[in-house]
Each structure stands twice: as structure tokens, then as C-alpha cells.
């Protein structure tokens, strides 16, 4: 059980992180040879490539990261997940949604990220059909 937990503090503590903008606050939560891959791009490698990648995000179109649900066991964790973000030629704001998986390394950090995200013009934000976000915790845009 305490390492479940661990794993879920971790991952808090990576999309308080991510907030910031921070490429070394983001560095430090994982191995240095860690992988985030996507369904959307090619995968980031290593620490601090993946820590980078989240300052521009941040600078550059105001990503906010949100976990919506989380759950571990000894080994990984699993997490939905929100994004708000600005569309920069446009201004307007959006939500996407997606799930990732996470792999710890020995000493607790993430050692891999495997990343699910919609992309679809049909369903822009990957709302679930007929699901209630608001009324179930979920983040929506207001």
C-alpha cells in the first residue's frame, strides 16, 4: 500500500511540476534515460528533454495540466487527465483529454510515460460521449 501511494504522490508532485513550466522541477521527477512516448509525436528521451518540451507548452500556448483520476498498484500508475490550453493565432481556449501510464524506476521516479491522447476534429477535446465531467469532478472549461 505505501508504495501505491508513493507512486500517486510522485505524480502529483510531476503535474504540480508541469504547472510551472519549470524544465528541472519537471527533470527531477524522472530517471535520467526516461521516455515519454504519445499518440500524437514521436517520443521525448530523457530527463531533461521532457522537461523542455513542458516550458515551451507552458510559455508558448498557457498549457495547465489537471488529474481528474488517478490509480497505482507497486508497479505503475494510471491517471485521466485534462489539459487547458490557448490556441496562440486565435486565442481561444481548449480542453483535451487523455490517459497516461506510468513506469517507476527503483528509486521512485518515472522511468516511462505512456501517453493517450484524442485527436480527432469530430470531438476536439476527447470529451467522453453522453459523460457528465462537470457533475462527475471532471475538469471542464467554464
Do not use: C
Not at 52 to 65: C, D, K, L, P, R
Not at 90 to 107: I, M, P, Q, V, Y
Amino acid at each position: 500500500m505505501e508504495r501505491r501511494k508513493r507512486h500517486l504522490e510522485h505524480v502529483r508532485s510531476y503535474y504540480d511540476a508541469l504547472n510551472t513550466g519549470d524544465p528541472d522541477k519537471v527533470a527531477a521527477h524522472f530517471a535520467p534515460d526516461a521516455t515519454h512516448y504519445y499518440t500524437r509525436m514521436g517520443p521525448h528521451q530523457g530527463a531533461r528533454t521532457i522537461g523542455e518540451h513542458t516550458h515551451w507548452a507552458v510559455t508558448t500556448i498557457e498549457g495547465q495540466w489537471h488529474i481528474d483520476n488517478a490509480i497505482a498498484d507497486d508497479e505503475q500508475a494510471v491517471i485521466e487527465w485534462a489539459m487547458t490550453w490557448r490556441v496562440p493565432e486565435t486565442g481561444e481556449r481548449r480542453l483535451d483529454r487523455g490517459s497516461e501510464w506510468f513506469a517507476f524506476a527503483e528509486d521512485g521516479r518515472i522511468k516511462e510515460v505512456r501517453a493517450y491522447f484524442h485527436s480527432d476534429p469530430r470531438n476536439r477535446s476527447g470529451n467522453l460521449v453522453g459523460f457528465d465531467h462537470k457533475g462527475r469532478g471532471y475538469t471542464v472549461l467554464d
